[in-house]
């Protein structure tokens, strides 16, 4: 299982197949290579079959988002996803988690923040993700995200746009999803389908206006999905979104390796 960077992926994986190994790699090394199986397993867990020593890990954004997805997709099809994420300082990595603390720290003693891990403050604050930006203005978290779920899904046809945006929270993502189906389906099908699916929890208490936030996410293997409404703005009832939080550090990498682990076992 490899979890230190691409770089360290990509020269050390190939010995590793060499010598009989079979690669687990969280990194972003080969997802997109056609010959390593991008897999998660509550999805496409046949494709584990498939490896040629290597399999991928999915991105995290892409994990937390397209597990609860994956039941409603299957039911009727998504046309079209509009993601937006709220992401935890983590999934840059432990430097980038102490520096949210540190600059909290700093911040609260009325002094000035020390930016090193992340290239702008993240304390009391939010910022497009520190990814490369592409020459249409992406960047590449939200690049990973559409064609890495296009390949999960098999599904080369489906529209994705996202906007990606890391917060001042330690751990576990969120995201608001808009989707559009084929087909009309309500609220209340939404409920029923996710009440049923590996991997998810549904936390949708509108009475109490309670729904799922980082904290709740925050080391558990579930995916938390609430504030499940239809989306009046699409015509014939096709149009649904959904909020989730889903610890990234969990399901969005560690637990997802280890599944993959075990079904190749
Ligand atoms: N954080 C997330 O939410 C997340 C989610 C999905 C995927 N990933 C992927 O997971 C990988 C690791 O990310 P991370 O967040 O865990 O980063 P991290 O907190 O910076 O940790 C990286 C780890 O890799 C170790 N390392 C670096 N070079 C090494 C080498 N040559 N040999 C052995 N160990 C080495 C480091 O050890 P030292 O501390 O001793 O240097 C450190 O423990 C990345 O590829 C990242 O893209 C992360």
Redesign the pocket.
């Known amino acids: 299982m490899f979890?230190?960077?691409?770089a360290?992926s990509k020269e050390f994986a190939p010995a590793a197949v060499e010598a009989g190994a079979v690669v687990v790699d969280?990194?972003?090394a080969f997802r997109m290579d056609p010959d390593v199986p991008l897999v998660i397993p509550e999805i496409n867990p046949e494709k584990i079959a498939e490896h040629n020593g290597i399999i991928a890990?999915p991105?995290?954004s892409t994990i937390v988002g397209i597990v609860p997805v994956w039941p409603l997709h299957k039911a009727n099809p998504v046309k079209r996803m509009v993601v937006s994420t709220y992401q935890a300082a983590?999934?840059?990595?432990?430097?980038a988690m102490f520096e949210l603390e540190s600059q909290s720290r700093e911040i609260l003693d009325g002094k000035e923040p020390t930016c090193e891990a992340f290239p702008y403050q993240i304390a009391f604050n939010c910022f497009s993700h520190n990814s490369a930006l592409d020459a249409n203005g992406y960047n590449l978290e939200e690049v990973k995200m559409v064609k890495e779920t296009r390949k999960i899904f098999d599904c080369p046809e489906i529209a994705i746009t996202c906007t990606c945006i890391r917060i001042p929270v330690l751990r576990a993502h969120c995201e608001s999803i808009n989707l559009e189906f084929a087909d009309p389906i309500r609220p209340e099908q939404v409920r029923d389908l996710l009440s049923t699916a590996p991997g998810v929890s549904v936390l949708d208490d509108r009475e109490n206006n309670r729904f799922p936030m980082p904290i709740d996410a925050t080391g558990k293997d579930d995916i938390f999905v609430g504030r499940i409404r239809q989306d009046g703005s699409i015509a014939e009832n096709r149009g649904i979104n959904i909020w989730v939080a889903g610890d990234?550090?969990r399901k969005?990498?560690a637990l997802n390796a280890v599944q993959i682990a075990e079904k190749l076992l």
Do not use: I
């Open positions: 979890s230190a960077g691409g360290r969280n990194s972003s890990n991105n995290c983590s999934g840059a990595g432990m430097r990234q550090l969005g990498a």
